[in-house]
């Protein structure tokens, strides 16, 4: 499983934020901001956090899509 957060950084522009501004006002560590950039599964919590930061949905900031594995392997 992979997941994606391309929405979240558009999300982001539109809303004229930065990155580090977005770290600096949820708290989180610079270590996550890491794993979000590196498009890598976060905890729970921290979706929540930037939800409730930006006023969206799980499915406004993130989406999942199948690893290339995954689709040699049902194939």
Do not use: F
């Not at 992979?2 to 539109?14: E, H, S, T």
């Not at 976060?42 to 969206?56: M, N, Q, R, S």
Request: proline content about 3%; overall charge negative.
């Amino acid at each position: 499983m992979a997941v994606r957060y391309n929405k979240l950084w558009k999300l982001l522009v539109d809303k004229k934020m930065s990155k580090a501004d977005l770290r600096r006002h949820i708290d989180i560590s610079p270590n996550t901001m890491t794993k979000l950039n590196r498009e890598e599964m976060v905890a729970l919590p921290i979706l929540d956090k930037i939800c409730e930061t930006l006023g969206v949905d799980y499915g406004d900031i993130m989406e999942h899509v199948k690893d290339e594995q995954e689709d040699g392997q049902n194939a």
